[in-house]
């Protein structure tokens, strides 16, 4: 199989084609702006990379779609301070620029595996949030947070489209809060620039206190990339075809915590881990409240909880997450403290 990867650079991409290269024959084609998170996949032989950006490198990627056999569009904006500070570069990014890419799989009829996200469910008022019964509860346009949600929304309906009226051939996942290695850049993360489990270990690695919006009360259910890559490899391999036209939730629903219950479980995995040497840096970790409107600004409005059915991927695909929310954090943070130190070194400075 031909797997092309728009955004084969970011964490998802990274690590799908890390696991395809290791575990299956596939060929992964991939584009992106960078390669610093690919570390070895580059110099494998069935990994076929070029540096280019999804609105310049229109032939390459039209060539790439005809050639291969499914493409995934991973390119996105998927932070929400972006959201409320920039939506347009959102709006040109997430959505029109990954139309085009849609548009061109459809005329060269190449399956689409689609990155929607939990983000559409929206304020959703289900206990347990399902991929065809659920409803979109969307905040009101003056808040901007909501265009990632809508930009999303629209590329789901517009391929449910195409299948409906073309029988093209699609499949839509829905990532919620995946954590792991490589999510966001630590070194570049200013407030809110990253998504939380980023923020918060940056935060800690520079010294500046945990923020917790609105106190903190909110819910997340985090699941591990190793558990998200798994299913979908499961749904790129499409077994007897059964992920055709389907959309289906990729989350873990039994690592649902506060997200200040996260501050805490991420302070202690700092204060127990090897490398850290000072517990000092651990230990002087301040945990503050802040106002949404202080933290994201007016265009925000936040989801109180989400919580996937992952049913569909069980029954479509015998798919279930392995990691509980421990094991996902300590091994984020592993990772982080390690990138930190390395760089502290080359830098000349040590850990405080
Ligand atoms: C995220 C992003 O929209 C996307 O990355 C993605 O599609 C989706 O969720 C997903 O992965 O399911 P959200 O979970 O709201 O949305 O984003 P985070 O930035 O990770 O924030 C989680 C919660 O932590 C929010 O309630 C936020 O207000 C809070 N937060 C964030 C803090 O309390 N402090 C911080 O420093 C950062």
């Known amino acids: 199989m031909k797997v092309l990867i728009l955004g084969v650079n970011g964490f998802i991409g990274s690590h799908l084609s ?18 610093d998170k690919l570390g070895t996949v580059i ?22 779609i005809k050639k291969c056999d499914v493409v995934l569009p991973l390119v996105a904006i998927a932070t929400p301070a972006t959201y409320v500070k920039n939506p347009l ?32 469910y929206g304020m959703c008022t289900d206990e ?49 809060n995946w954590v792991g290695p490589r999510l966001d850049s630590i070194a570049a993360s200013k407030e809110g620039s990253s998504r939380v489990v980023t923020q918060f270990i940056g935060n800690i690695l520079r010294d500046e206190p945990i923020k917790l919006v609105n106190g903190g009360h909110q819910k997340r259910c985090f699941l591990y990339i190793d558990d998200g890559i798994d299913c979908l490899i499961r749904i790129i391999e499409n077994k007897n075809d059964a992920c055709n036209k389907q959309i289906i939730n990729i989350g873990n629903p039994k ?6 219950e996260l501050a805490v479980r991420i302070k202690k995995i700092f204060e127990k881990h090897p490398l850290v040497k000072s ?43 392995r990691y509980d929310v421990d094991t996902a954090l300590t091994r984020t943070i592993d990772h982080y403290v390690k990138e930190y130190l390395e760089n502290s070194k080359r830098c000349g400075k040590e850990l405080r």
């Open 18 to 35: 890390e696991r395809i290269l290791r575990e299956k024959d596939w060929d992964v084609y991939g584009l992106d702006i960078g390669f």
């Open 43 to 64: 110099k494998n032989p069935r990994f076929h990379f070029v540096e280019g950006d999804i609105t310049i490198n229109r032939e390459w990627i039209e060539y790439n």
């Open 89 to 120: 570069r959102v709006f040109e990014l997430d959505f029109e620029a990954n139309l085009a890419v849609i548009k061109s799989a459809v005329k060269y009829n190449t399956r689409v595996v689609f990155p929607s996200t939990s983000e559409v």
């Open 128 to 176: 347990v949030f399902d991929e065809d019964k659920s409803n979109f509860i969307l905040g009101p346009t003056s808040k901007q947070r909501w265009i990632y949600s809508c930009c999303k929304q629209l590329l789901d309906r517009v391929l449910w489209a195409y299948g409906f009226e073309r029988n093209f051939h699609f499949s839509i996942f829905r990532p919620y």
């Open 255 to 260: 690592n649902n915590i506060t997200i200040k």
């Open 279 to 321: 517990k000092r840096l651990a230990r002087k970790v301040r945990i503050e409240d802040v106002s949404q409107d202080q933290f994201y600004g007016e265009g925000y409005q936040d989801v109180t909880f989400r919580v996937p059915s992952i049913k569909k991927a069980k029954a479509l695909l015998g798919w279930a997450p």
